[in-house]
């Protein structure tokens, strides 16, 4: 039963307390609440620098709970695994961010362990990545304070950061705690990225969000996970189970450059245990890439990593299979809303349309994807 769900873990929320915090503010990021004519309340998030359009309609799709479940209901997602959305805790001082981060775990928790059970499987319909109050001049107390937290809340299976680190980003040596504790508890973090890259490359025509959530997005998680290859994080952590946001961006198509590049580059060439392939083997991806060819794709590079694990040449229809097993179901909820009133969202409808098409995977590997790869990975078991 539990390996036919469809379960969704890239799907995100602005717990109450949260959206407080963000209403309290006037500067980025924060929620901007006006009244219209008609006397409506019309609240705008602008998290992001340049945020176009005097920023995006939020109401409760993005804090109530009970909305979540109806979206889920809509689109027959059985269960969800819900994080923060970004910025998270990234903008506050460090001794807000420390009590806030507990507070939201806290929150977190309730939100999920009050949730429905799942008829005919004695699991919730709603799990968690907790928070970590990754902000510069924490310190590294708090944050395994915080890791011990959130490892001892049941419903709470991993956490979410973003790629920052403590300022210097997810390959600074200081994290390097952080990594042993979070490998220890055994939680999955999923990496999601928020600041993309710089602006200026965008230009000055107005195109709205597409440039910055299409690739500014994922060109942030492809350069963040690369550093953190590049520093040996895989090496030093060999369990440390990563969840790459938007399929791991472009890391994928870029990995054997990558490798290239270390293999001639006197300053990296002898550093790393492996061939910078193999970490690729190592992570789990979501699949929030849209199209059948971008997920096939994505598992061959994934299964192909194998290679450089045994030695082995991994070929045939099995490849495309294994890599599967690495990839899990996501929606990105509730960002990317229809812009014209539809029953259900394009967003989803082609994240599991894509998912159906990809050519190789069979039908265990396609329920794997949607969900019991996830069941697996979070230890979905009641
Ligand atoms: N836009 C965001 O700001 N965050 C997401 O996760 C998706 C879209
Ligand atoms: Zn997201």
Redesign the pocket.
């Given at each position: 039963m539990a390996s036919k769900l469809l379960v969704d873990i890239?799907t995100?929320v602005y717990l109450p307390r949260y959206a407080s915090l963000l209403r309290s503010r006037t500067s980025v990021p924060f929620i901007r609440s006006s009244t219209s004519r008609d006397g409506k309340l019309d609240e705008r998030l602008l998290?992001?620098d340049h945020e176009p359009s005097g920023g995006r309609p939020v109401g409760p799709q993005y804090w109530d709970r009970d909305e979540k479940l109806q979206f889920m209901d809509k689109h027959g997602i059985d269960v969800s695994v819900v994080s923060t959305?970004?910025p998270w805790l990234d903008f506050l001082p460090a001794s807000q961010a420390s009590t806030l981060a507990k507070e939201l775990n806290e929150d977190l928790e309730q939100y999920c362990s009050d949730s429905p059970i799942l008829p005919n499987a004695p699991i919730k319909r709603l799990y968690g990545f907790g928070l970590l109050p990754l902000v510069p001049e924490i310190t590294t107390k708090s944050l395994l304070d915080t890791v011990e937290q959130i490892s001892k809340l049941p419903h709470l299976r991993g956490l979410i950061i973003g790629t920052q680190g403590v300022g210097k980003g997810l390959d600074d040596e200081a994290l390097d705690p952080v990594w042993t504790a979070i490998e220890a508890a055994g939680l999955v973090v999923f990496i999601?990225p928020?600041y993309g890259v710089d602006n200026k490359a965008w230009g000055d025509k107005d195109n709205g969000?597409v440039l910055p959530?299409a690739l500014g997005?994922p060109f942030e998680t492809t350069i963040a996970t690369t550093r953190l290859i590049l520093s040996g994080v895989l090496d030093r952590f060999p369990s440390l189970r990563l969840l790459l946001?938007h399929s791991g961006g472009a890391l994928p198509q870029l990995s054997s450059r990558l490798a290239s590049c270390i293999d001639h580059d006197p300053v990296v060439a002898s550093r790393l245990k492996h061939d910078a392939r193999y970490y690729l083997g190592k992570l789990y991806l979501d699949a929030v890439a849209y199209g059948p060819e971008e997920l096939g794709f994505a598992s061959d590079v994934i299964a192909r990593s194998g290679r450089y694990q045994t030695g082995a040449s991994v070929t045939g229809p099995a490849v495309r299979s294994l890599g599967s097993q690495r990839m899990l179901f996501g929606t990105?909820h509730p960002?990317?809303p229809p812009l014209n009133s539809t029953e259900k969202w394009k967003s989803v409808v082609e994240n599991l349309d894509a998912i159906d098409a990809v050519q190789g995977w069979t039908q265990t590997d396609r329920d794997g994807v949607r969900g019991g790869n996830a069941v697996a990975l979070f230890n979905l078991v009641g």
């Amino acid at each position: 039963m539990a390996s036919k769900l469809l379960v969704d873990i890239h799907t995100h929320v602005y717990l109450p307390r949260y959206a407080s915090l963000l209403r309290s503010r006037t500067s980025v990021p924060f929620i901007r609440s006006s009244t219209s004519r008609d006397g409506k309340l019309d609240e705008r998030l602008l998290i992001l620098d340049h945020e176009p359009s005097g920023g995006r309609p939020v109401g409760p799709q993005y804090w109530d709970r009970d909305e979540k479940l109806q979206f889920m209901d809509k689109h027959g997602i059985d269960v969800s695994v819900v994080s923060t959305a970004n910025p998270w805790l990234d903008f506050l001082p460090a001794s807000q961010a420390s009590t806030l981060a507990k507070e939201l775990n806290e929150d977190l928790e309730q939100y999920c362990s009050d949730s429905p059970i799942l008829p005919n499987a004695p699991i919730k319909r709603l799990y968690g990545f907790g928070l970590l109050p990754l902000v510069p001049e924490i310190t590294t107390k708090s944050l395994l304070d915080t890791v011990e937290q959130i490892s001892k809340l049941p419903h709470l299976r991993g956490l979410i950061i973003g790629t920052q680190g403590v300022g210097k980003g997810l390959d600074d040596e200081a994290l390097d705690p952080v990594w042993t504790a979070i490998e220890a508890a055994g939680l999955v973090v999923f990496i999601h990225p928020h600041y993309g890259v710089d602006n200026k490359a965008w230009g000055d025509k107005d195109n709205g969000h597409v440039l910055p959530l299409a690739l500014g997005f994922p060109f942030e998680t492809t350069i963040a996970t690369t550093r953190l290859i590049l520093s040996g994080v895989l090496d030093r952590f060999p369990s440390l189970r990563l969840l790459l946001a938007h399929s791991g961006g472009a890391l994928p198509q870029l990995s054997s450059r990558l490798a290239s590049c270390i293999d001639h580059d006197p300053v990296v060439a002898s550093r790393l245990k492996h061939d910078a392939r193999y970490y690729l083997g190592k992570l789990y991806l979501d699949a929030v890439a849209y199209g059948p060819e971008e997920l096939g794709f994505a598992s061959d590079v994934i299964a192909r990593s194998g290679r450089y694990q045994t030695g082995a040449s991994v070929t045939g229809p099995a490849v495309r299979s294994l890599g599967s097993q690495r990839m899990l179901f996501g929606t990105d909820h509730p960002f990317f809303p229809p812009l014209n009133s539809t029953e259900k969202w394009k967003s989803v409808v082609e994240n599991l349309d894509a998912i159906d098409a990809v050519q190789g995977w069979t039908q265990t590997d396609r329920d794997g994807v949607r969900g019991g790869n996830a069941v697996a990975l979070f230890n979905l078991v009641g």
